[in-house]
């Protein structure tokens, strides 16, 4: 089993200096439920590179209150180094750790080539790309009263449609490998009463693209108390011949890992006898 998807730091806490011991930690936590290999996969909007290069991205988007939300939890969370962040990833493989170097880059409209840039400079195994803002809303982060209104001011399919839009144009850009948490846009628990369009092009998008899609616990610690994807969709990316992994989206060491076997057992009976792993950014096979 693998947990291919998790943080150093949890939402709201400014980033301090990672540590090889620090990896340790998650490995010894991971291997304790079983999992095998760890990737590291940091929000690239924590780190002062970003910062530079993206700063700003709300700005032309409305309305204003979402716009003020956007640009104070993005000022709120960069305080890392992108290049001490890789150094120690390393550092912990080369100490014979079973770590990737990853990262979770989020979908900026229009500046995924400049996020390309960025990041072919760095020895990446895998990028997770996910949608979390739609325009200037974050519409997951569940703290923050502006953004849950929001919900109350839009049609659930109009969300569920810009959300499976930007997963789409995300999955073109070739800037990932993964596809995280893929139907995300349930974090609430609001859903269409027949989701199976937007599973469709979800699971269409992921196959053009050649892209994995991730299998993650973390829905089961949401209002939604439900896994990514859900089964219908997973079952859907099987039909589609879309490979998967297995994460937990953990931002502390209690969660590293969580639930693995309940994901082993959701991604058996939807057909796989196989996951996929990375290294360099090319997939590899790992049995189940």
């Given at each position: ?180 948490h893929p139907d ?11 989701p199976d369009e ?81 290294s360099g950014r ?7």
């Amino acid at each position: 089993m693998l947990d291919y998807h998790l943080h150093l730091w949890p939402h709201g806490r400014r980033a301090t200096q990672a540590t090889v011991d620090e990896l340790a930690g998650y490995c010894e936590q991971a291997a304790a439920q079983g999992v095998g290999e760890i990737a590291l996969t940091e929000h690239l909007f924590r780190f002062s590179q970003a910062d530079e290069l993206l700063r700003g991205w709300w700005d032309s988007a409305a309305p204003a209150h979402l716009r003020d939300h956007a640009s104070g939890y993005w000022h709120a969370h960069v305080s890392a180094d992108l290049d001490a962040y890789v150094e120690t990833c390393l550092a912990a493989k080369a100490a014979g750790l079973p770590v990737v170097v990853g990262m979770e880059v989020d979908y900026y409209p229009g500046r995924m080539d400049q996020v390309s840039a960025l990041l072919a400079g760095y020895p990446f195994d895998v990028l997770l790309g996910s949608v979390h803002w739609l325009g200037s809303w974050l519409f997951d982060d569940l703290s923050s009263p502006a953004a849950m209104a929001e919900w109350d001011n839009r049609r659930i399919e109009d969300v569920w449609d810009s959300y499976t839009r930007a997963l789409e144009e995300l999955a073109a850009t070739g800037a990932v490998d993964v596809l995280a948490h893929p139907d995300l846009c349930k974090v609430t628990g609001r859903r269409p009463g027949v989701p199976d369009e937007f599973h469709e092009r979800m699971a269409s998008a992921a196959a053009a693209s050649g892209l994995a899609a991730e299998v993650s616990s973390a829905g089961w610690r949401k209002p939604v108390a439900e896994v990514y994807p859900a089964p219908a969709l997973l079952e859907r990316f099987h039909a589609h011949g879309v490979p998967v992994t297995t994460a937990s989206d953990a931002h502390e060491l209690g969660d590293v890992a969580a639930r693995s076997g309940d994901l082993r057992a959701l991604v058996v009976a939807a057909g796989y006898q196989e996951l996929q792993s990375f290294s360099g950014r090319h997939p590899q096979p790992v049995g189940l």
